[in-house]
C-alpha cells in the first residue's frame, strides 16, 4: 500500500502546471512519465497511449504547452526515491492491503445497492399513500387515480443526501422519506375523520332529507310521548276519583253510624218535619262540611237564606260556597279574618254591612239579578245593603257543587282551614228570582215556612263530612232563646 501511495506522489510530483515553463520541461515530464511506466507492461501502454498522446489530452493555454499530463494511478513495482522504504516490505504489503480495499469496495457495493432498494421501495409507499390522499380529497367522487406526475417527479428529483451537491455527512434520504410518509400519514387520518361529512356534503339533498327524517321521528316521539301523558293523567283522574268516591262513600257509612249510635243513645230525634234539623261544624279545620246533593240548574237570579250561628272568634268564614267546573267562585258568601263580608259571583265582589259575629243565631239572605247585576242584602229581615254592577249580565252556570262550611278553590275540594265556618247552619233554602223584601221579612220572624223553589232544605238531601253532625233544630224557638 505504501508503495501504491508513493508511485502516486512521485507521478504527482513529476508533472505540474507551469503556466511559463519551456518546452524541454514538458519533454522531461513525458520522459518522466515514460520512465515511471513499467517496461515489461506492454498492454498498459497500449490502454492509456503513450506519453505524447497523455500530455495531448490535458488543457493547454493558448499558444503554449498543456498545464498537466493525464494522472495514470497504476500500482508501479519501483519505489519513489524519497519513500525510505524497501521494495520487499512493500511488495511484502501490498496484496492484503489490496483484499482488504477490494471488501470494503464490495461491502460499499452492496450498502449502495440495499439503500438503493430501500428508496425505490419507500417512492413506491409515497406512490400509494399520494393516490389515496388525492382519492380522500376528492371525496371518493371519482375512481383512483396514479400520483400527479408532476409529484412523483417532484419526489424522484429531490436531491438526496451526499449527491447534489449535498454534504455527505447530512442524514440519509430515508429519513426525509420517512417523515413525508408520517406527513401523509396524517393528513390521511384527519381527512379519514371528516370523510363523513364530506360524503353526506356531497348530495346536496342528503341533510335536508337527513333533518327531515330527524324532524319526522322527533315528531313520532312527540306524539307517543303525548299520548303516554294523556294516558296516565286519565289513569291519575279515574285513580283520584275512585278515591274521592271511596272516601265519600267510607264517610257517609260512618256518618251513618254515628247517626244510629246517637239515636241508641239518645233515643229518637226530637224532630218530625224534614227541615226541622241543623247542621253542627264545632271546630275550624279543612275537613268538616256539608254538602248538598241536589245542584243548581242556569240561573238568571237567585235569592238564598239561612239561619246561622257563628262560633269563630274573627271572621264567620264560608256559610257556603258554590263551584263549577270552569269558576272555583261562582257564588260566595265569605268573611275571611279582619274582612267585611262579601258576596262573590264569578269571583266579582261585593261587600255587604252585616254583623253576624255576636254569636247569636241570625236570619240571613242575599237576593242578584243579572240585569246590572242588581244586588241586595238581609239580616233579620232588615235590608242591610244593596248594589249592581256585579257580574252583570252574567248567567249563573250548572251542575256545580254546593258546600256549606267550607270554600272550594277547586271543584268539591282543596278547602282551606283559614276560611272555614265554624258554627251552626239550618234552614238553606236557594230560589231562582229576587224574594220581596216582605217574603223575606216574613221568614226571619217564622210567619212563613216558604221553601226554596230550586234548592229546600231537607234531611235526606244533606250530607255531612269529617265529624259535622245533625241535630234537631226549630228555628223560632232557637231565635226566642237567643
Known amino acids: 500500500m505504501l508503495a501504491f501511495l508513493g508511485a502516486i506522489i512521485c507521478i504527482i510530483a513529476s508533472?505540474?502546471?507551469?503556466?511559463?515553463?519551456?518546452?524541454?520541461?514538458?519533454?522531461?515530464?513525458?520522459?518522466?512519465?515514460?520512465?515511471?511506466?513499467?517496461?515489461?507492461?506492454?498492454?498498459?501502454?497500449?490502454?492509456?497511449?503513450?506519453?505524447?498522446?497523455?500530455?495531448?489530452?490535458?488543457p493547454r493555454l493558448p499558444g503554449g504547452p498543456p498545464l498537466f499530463s493525464r494522472f495514470v494511478c497504476t500500482p508501479l513495482s519501483t519505489e519513489c526515491p524519497a519513500t525510505g522504504t524497501g521494495s520487499a516490505a512493500g511488495s511484502a504489503a501490498g496484496p492484503e492491503e489490496l483484499l482488504a480495499l477490494r471488501s470494503a469496495a464490495a461491502q460499499l457495493r452492496r450498502t449502495a445497492l440495499e439503500q438503493k432498494e430501500r428508496i425505490r421501495m419507500d417512492q413506491e409507499t409515497i406512490r400509494e399513500l399520494t393516490g389515496k390522499l388525492s382519492r380522500c380529497e376528492g371525496g371518493l367522487r371519482s375512481p383512483p387515480a396514479a400520483a400527479p406526475p408532476a409529484a412523483a417527479a417532484g419526489l424522484r428529483a429531490a436531491p438526496r443526501p451526499g449527491t447534489m451537491g449535498h454534504p455527505p455527512d447530512e442524514p440519509p434520504a430515508v429519513r426525509?422519506?420517512?417523515e413525508a410518509v408520517r406527513t401523509l400519514q396524517d393528513r390521511i387520518d384527519r381527512i379519514e375523520q371528516e370523510l363523513p361529512a364530506r360524503t353526506n356534503g356531497s348530495a346536496p339533498t342528503a341533510p335536508a332529507l337527513a333533518r327531515d327524517a330527524l324532524h319526522t321521528k322527533m315528531e313520532q316521539l312527540e306524539e307517543q310521548l303525548l299520548s303516554k301523558i294523556l294516558?296516565?293523567?286519565?289513569?291519575?283522574?279515574?285513580?283520584?276519583?275512585?278515591?274521592?268516591?271511596?272516601?265519600?262513600?267510607?264517610?257517609?257509612?260512618?256518618?251513618?253510624?254515628?247517626?244510629?249510635?246517637?239515636?241508641?243513645?239518645?233515643?229518637p230525634l226530637g224532630y218530625s218535619p224534614p227541615d226541622a234539623f241543623k247542621v253542627t261544624i264545632p271546630v275550624q279545620n279543612n275537613y268538616m262540611y256539608a254538602r248538598m246533593k241536589k245542584s243548581l240548574p242556569e240561573l238568571y237570579a237567585f235569592t238564598i237564606c239561612m239561619w246561622l250561628k257563628s262560633k269563630a272568634l274573627a271572621g264567620i268564614g264560608t256559610p257556603f260556597s258554590y263551584s263549577v267546573?270552569?269558576?272555583?267562585?261562582?257564588?260566595?258568601?265569605?268573611?275571611?279574618?279582619?274582612?267585611?263580608?262579601?258576596?262573590?259571583?264569578?269571583?266579582?265582589?261585593?261587600?255587604?254591612?252585616?254583623?253576624?259575629?255576636?254569636?247569636?243565631?241570625?236570619?240571613?239572605?242575599?237576593?242578584?239579578?243579572?240585569?246590572?247585576?242588581?244586588?241586595?242584602?238581609?239580616?233579620?229581615?232588615?235590608?242591610?245593603?244593596?248594589?249592581?254592577?256585579?257580574?252583570?249580565?252574567?248567567?249563573?252556570?250548572?251542575?256545580?257543587?254546593?258546600?256549606?262550611?267550607?270554600?272550594?278553590?277547586?271543584?268539591?275540594?282543596?278547602?282551606?282551614?283559614?276560611?272555614?265556618?265554624?258554627?251552626?247552619?239550618?234552614?238553606f233554602g236557594v230560589w231562582d228570582h229576587m224574594l220581596a223584601p216582605a217574603e223575606i221579612l216574613a221568614l226571619a220572624n217564622c210567619t212563613s215556612h216558604l221553601q226554596g223553589n230550586v234548592i229546600q232544605w231537607d234531611d235526606q238531601a244533606v250530607e255531612v263530612f269529617g265529624g259535622a253532625s245533625k241535630a234537631g233544630f226549630a228555628a223560632c224557638e232557637e231565635g226566642r232563646k237567643a
Do not use: M
Request: hydrophobic share 40%.
Open 325 to 427: 267546573p270552569s269558576q272555583a267562585n261562582e257564588i260566595v258568601l265569605l268573611e275571611w279574618g279582619s274582612n267585611p263580608l262579601e258576596l262573590l259571583i264569578n269571583d266579582k265582589v261585593a261587600q255587604l254591612p252585616l254583623s253576624l259575629k255576636d254569636k247569636a243565631w241570625h236570619h240571613v239572605c242575599v237576593a242578584w239579578t243579572t240585569r246590572d247585576g242588581k244586588w241586595s242584602a238581609y239580616q233579620d229581615g232588615e235590608q242591610r245593603g244593596a248594589g249592581e254592577n256585579l257580574a252583570s249580565w252574567h248567567s249563573i252556570r250548572p251542575q256545580g257543587v254546593l258546600i256549606l262550611g267550607q270554600e272550594q278553590d277547586t271543584l268539591g275540594g282543596r278547602f282551606d282551614a283559614t276560611q272555614a265556618f265554624v258554627g251552626e247552619l239550618a234552614q
Open 15 to 58: 508533472v505540474h502546471p507551469a503556466g511559463t515553463a519551456a518546452p524541454a520541461a514538458a519533454a522531461d515530464n513525458d520522459s518522466a512519465a515514460a520512465a515511471l511506466l513499467p517496461a515489461a507492461d506492454k498492454g498498459l501502454g497500449a490502454l492509456h497511449g503513450p506519453a505524447e498522446a497523455l500530455a495531448s489530452a490535458g
Open 231 to 267: 294516558t296516565l293523567q286519565k289513569e291519575r283522574q279515574a285513580a283520584s276519583t275512585d278515591h274521592s268516591q271511596q272516601q265519600h262513600n267510607i264517610e257517609k257509612e260512618l256518618n251513618s253510624l254515628q247517626n244510629r249510635v246517637t239515636e241508641l243513645e239518645h233515643g
Open 176 to 178: 426525509e422519506l420517512e
